[in-house]
């Protein structure tokens, strides 16, 4: 089979698509056949082959181990052929090629992940043996390979596999660790030698790096409690001098025009280990901290330290001193806390804290971060010019494990709340020197005064007893905002930003006009892009306050949307793109259907917004996101933008297009959005509801499952005789699919759509709903008492519809519950037992439409054709009326009681009804809901009036002895009560 192999594996590198396809196409049909892997085995460790070949078949090898080497695997490897490579794998270790070796020592390590060590016992050992050897190629690719193997083994979770891995570790870290130390001192005195080539202190350098990296994994992962292994302690200890000697070394050789990348990995994970001992063994890491703090502070904030530090170390010195000082078992100690019996550790950590954090060092750090750490560089001041849209996205990202600027950032937010009288003094000081406005020629106070801004601003909040902010914004701020200067960008972006943390801390609300004013001449296009995308930001900050009057803001709107629009035509970027649109969304849902004036050349560009925007989901999302607040604007008005929306929301909630993945949470919102305000259906939305049965059938998730019921039960109002037809039917069957798999507060929705049928087609809908109203029936028949309350109440509700408007359905659901439940039930019993648990949880209904709708039900019963069981809970039928004519009735002018649920006027002034109680215009939707009053029993038929005339029809197809004789079993109060109502 191996030449075979070879001859399709040649292949499988052409270029040529009809040479390679074939060859790809035998390689999966191979995949699954006894013996491929050996093959594939024996051409990837020849090295006498061509590299090109043996790394397809090592390629093809590693997917292999991912697709089939599990047990339970389809068409797993077997056990005989794994055990070979098994031992094969391990056999040698003299691959020449790096990247081949590299990816063999992945591949091998994906299998330890799986055997190691049940399946595997030998791997370990035989890898520890090789690295003891004298074979400098061989020593190296078992310590690759071990790299690999640990790094696998340390990301299992199970217990039993922590368990192993902390055993693993307690039998190789002295070995490991004596390697890493023999190579690092190894590398030391050959890079201490200006006589000894670069390529052997680079192999010493790789050997030392790779048995670091593996120390790292077994330091953090290996053991349950670090304290009580002294050699981990001692590692961690070392690692401060190490680094130290490693960083002098560093500047050294770059000295003599060495390559320091290798270096500079390896001074990066020592300050890993550090890191991650400290996150993952926070209370063995104590003793560690003030070294830590120490050991940052020199390298980061001090002139001696500065020229030894490179960027990503100070980035990872800089996060080990953040996380010391937010690190949850490192809480500060609160003067409330002191006399409290708190953790030993957390009082520890706060008395270093102390100790090192003195007022000079605070100053010194408060001082650096500020005038060194968060001055524009001159990379940022070039991206500025170059690409300016990325740098003002890239500015506002979370990257403070990689950005420099931002990672300092984020320890002076995480020092300046625990240090605040130190730091804000330093702070007020560098404030007052740069508060008056500067040469818009001098770069150096630029730069120092967007500094001294970024601080004030990111600590807003703690400042607000120290910066009159008011007197601050009507003079320095605005007249900053003025400056005619290109230079002069840098301060009014920072001035932006700068009022827009504090807009929502301090500012005046009779200021607010004029900063919208600020924001606008911001915007106009004259301005540098990065300041306008700045004032966007600000501009939303300020509307989404909760001081925010709309009253204020209109005469600003028109403007404002105008540049904004702009602004998101000029733009290029998708990121950018999305940011200005979600202001603009965000105008439009703060001032609702104002915006309707304004928004015409919106509408035309979405459309070519979203075909440039094919192959990005994101900026799609902000689109659909963008059109809900839209059309909730519009109103009914939104007709005019029904084909645009059809056309997205067809696309988002299409299972047979890919986009759907990223496309439907936010499609679904704007399909409802669209339901809820159009007034009347249109051939482009009913085309849309043959989506979802398909949406029922796939199964939709907890966010996305009651909006799609909520767009059933809107589209049951905007077009109820499309709905009760074969549309209904196979959406009644989808629901019914997935009900049995519901969760409680995922039911309730469904209970409630299904009641809305019952409502909006009282006869016709309970045929509709007639597969799902067994398990209903059952729900109430079972009557358990761990029941979920409102689940019960919907049971009963929807039970009493049918039973009131189509009494024929009824019976059959009655007639089907007693097949289900089978044993000697009949229909008569069923019937006996609903009516009790009906009884006995009618109180679990609280809302008086509820409570009524339940009674008339009731009241119906009441009739020569009702079962015996009726009769014999009479008493206490009446007695659950009166309760409900206790709650609803209500005495009029006259003294005569009212159904205060009756509707006055069966026709509604329609205007009144079209505006709620705060003035604002009611959706479409709601005034379809409120529409559905006029025919609900609830509100056209009289509770008290229904009760007399089904006792009265009694009394005179029974005797007058009969029917004394049940009136006679009502409790005293009850019947005195009932009187009060009717006549008896």
Not at 316 to 329: E, F, P, V
Not at 794 to 811: E, K, Q
Request: aromatic share 8%; charged share 20%.
């Amino acid at each position: 089979m191996n030449a075979a192999v070879i001859d399709v594996l040649q292949r499988a590198g052409s270029q040529d698509p009809s040479v390679l396809k074939p060859a790809e196409q035998m390689l999966r049909e191979w995949e699954t056949q006894s013996g491929f892997y050996t093959a594939l085995y024996n051409v990837f460790s020849n090295h006498t082959l061509p590299v090109n070949v043996r790394w397809m078949a090592l390629l093809c090898f590693k997917n292999g181990v991912e697709r089939y080497w599990r047990k339970n695997a389809p068409n797993a490897i077997a056990e005989e052929e794994k055990e070979f490579l098994r031992r094969s794998l391990i056999a040698s270790f003299d691959e020449p090629i790096n990247q081949l070796a590299t990816h063999l020592a992945v591949v091998i390590g994906k299998i330890a992940r799986l055997d190691c060590p049940r399946e595997w016992g030998t791997l370990v050992p035989t890898l520890l043996e090789v690295i003891r050897g004298e074979n400098s190629i061989a020593k190296h690719r078992a310590l690759l390979t071990l790299h690999h193997v640990v790094k696998t083994l340390a990301s299992k979770r199970l217990l039993a596999d922590i368990k192993l891995f902390e055993q693993l570790t307690t039998n190789m870290f002295n070995f490991i660790l004596n390697i890493w130390n023999t190579y690092t001192e190894s590398f030391f005195i050959l890079a201490s030698n200006a006589a000894v080539p670069e390529n052997q202190i680079q192999e010493a350098l790789e050997m030392a790096l790779l048995s670091l990296r593996i120390l790292r994994k077994l330091t953090v992962n290996g053991f349950y409690n670090i304290s009580k292994s002294e050699d981990a302690m001692m590692f961690l200890k070392v690692i401060f001098s190490k680094a130290k000697v490693c960083l002098e070394c560093r500047k050294t050789l770059m000295c003599r025009g060495f390559q320091v990348e290798s270096l500079e990995k390896f001074i990066i994970h020592l300050t890993k280990v550090l890191n991650g001992a400290l996150n993952n063994h926070p209370k063995c890491y104590v003793e560690f901290i003030p070294a830590s703090l120490e050991f940052t502070f020199f390298y980061c904030f001090t002139e001696d330290g500065k020229p030894l530090t490179f960027e990503k170390f100070v980035i990872q010195c800089l996060n080990l001193m953040k996380a010391i000082l937010i690190h949850s078992d490192y809480r500060k100690i609160t003067a409330a806390d002191v006399n409290c019996q708190k953790d030993d550790v957390a009082q520890r950590v706060h008395q270093l804290k102390q100790e090192f954090f003195t007022p000079e060092v605070l100053k010194e750090i408060c001082s650096k971060l500020v005038t060194h750490y968060f001055l524009l560089t001159q990379e940022d001041l070039q991206m500025w010019d170059t690409d300016p849209e990325n740098f003002a996205v890239e500015d506002s990202r979370e990257s403070w494990k990689y950005n420099l600027r931002v990672c300092t950032q984020t320890v002076f937010l995480s020092i300046f709340p625990q240090s605040i009288n130190v730091m804000s003094s330093v702070l007020m000081d560098l404030m007052q020197r740069y508060h008056q406005p500067v040469d818009p020629n001098d770069w150096r106070a630029i730069l120092m005064k967007d500094a001294v801004y970024l601080a004030v601003g990111l600590v807003a909040f703690d400042l607000y007893d120290e910066v009159n902010f008011d007197q601050w914004f009507s003079t320095t701020l605005r007249q900053e905002l003025e400056v005619k200067s290109n230079n002069y960008r840098i301060i009014k972006r920072r001035v932006c930003w700068l009022i827009g943390q504090w807009t929502r801390v301090k500012l005046s609300e009779k200021l607010i006009p004029e900063l919208y004013k600020l924001m606008i001449k911001a915007l106009s296009s004259d301005e540098d892009l990065v300041v306008r995308l700045e004032a966007s930001n600000t501009l939303k900050q300020a509307l989404d306050d909760f001081q925010f009057h709309i009253d204020e803001f209109m005469p600003f709107l028109e403007t404002t949307f105008l540049l904004l629009f702009n602004l998101l035509r000029e733009v290029t970027e998708c990121d950018t793109k999305m940011q200005v649109l979600y202001v603009l969304s965000f105008v439009i849902e703060r001032v609702g259907n104002d915006i309707r004036p304004y928004v015409g050349p919106l509408s035309a560009y979405l459309p070519q917004l979203w075909e440039i925007s094919e192959k990005h989901n994101m900026m799609r999302c902000a689109i659909i996101s963008t059109l809900v607040h839209y059309v909730k604007a519009l109103r009914s008005e939104c007709i005019i933008v029904e084909p645009m929306i059809v056309s997205m929301v067809g696309l988002s909630c299409d299972l047979n297009q890919d986009a759907h993945v990223y496309l439907m949470e936010d499609g679904l919102e704007l399909w409802l959005a669209l339901l809820e305000n159009i007034a009347t259906p249109t051939p482009g939305i009913m085309e849309l509801v043959q989506n979802m049965p398909a949406l029922l059938d796939f199964g939709l998730d907890q966010v996305t499952f009651k909006p799609a019921i909520n767009i059933i039960q809107a589209y049951i109002l905007l077009s109820p005789q499309d709905f009760v037809g074969e549309l209904g039917s196979r959406i009644i069957g989808g629901i019914k699919s997935i009900m049995s798999d519901l969760r409680s507060q995922d039911a309730l929705p469904v209970m409630e759509l299904l009641e809305t049928i019952l409502r909006v087609a009282p006869e016709q809908g309970a045929q509709l709903i007639k597969p799902i109203l067994t398990k209903i029936f059952k729900l109430v028949y079972l009557g358990e008492e761990d029941q979920v309350i409102m689940m019960m109440s919907m049971g009963l509700i929807i039970t009493s519809r049918v039973l009131l408007n189509a009494r024929d359905i009824f019976a059959q659901v009655i007639s089907e519950l007693v097949k289900e439940i089978g044993g000697e039930e009949n229909e008569e019993t069923v019937m006996a037992r609903i009516i009790d648990v009906w009884l006995v949880h009618m109180s679990y209904v609280t809302q008086s439409e509820g409570m009524k709708i339940l009674a008339l039900a009731l009241c119906s019963l009441l009739n020569a054709n009702s079962p015996p069981v009726v009769f014999q809970n009479f008493s206490t039928i009446i007695g659950s009326i009166v309760e409900v004519l206790n709650d609803i009735m209500r005495l009029d002018d006259m003294e005569l009681y009212i159904d205060s649920l009756l509707l006055v006027n069966n026709v509604a002034d329609e205007h009144a009804s079209s505006v709620e109680e705060n003035g604002q215009h009611k959706t479409e939707h709601q005034l379809r809901l409120k529409r559905l009053d006029f025919d609900d029993p609830v509100r056209t038929v009289c509770l008290k009036e229904f009760l007399q005339n089904q006792l009265n029809t009694l009394r005179r197809i029974m005797s007058s002895n009969q029917f004394d004789q049940m009136i006679a079993t009502l409790r005293p109060e009850t019947d005195q009560q009932l009187r009060e109502y009717i006549t008896l």
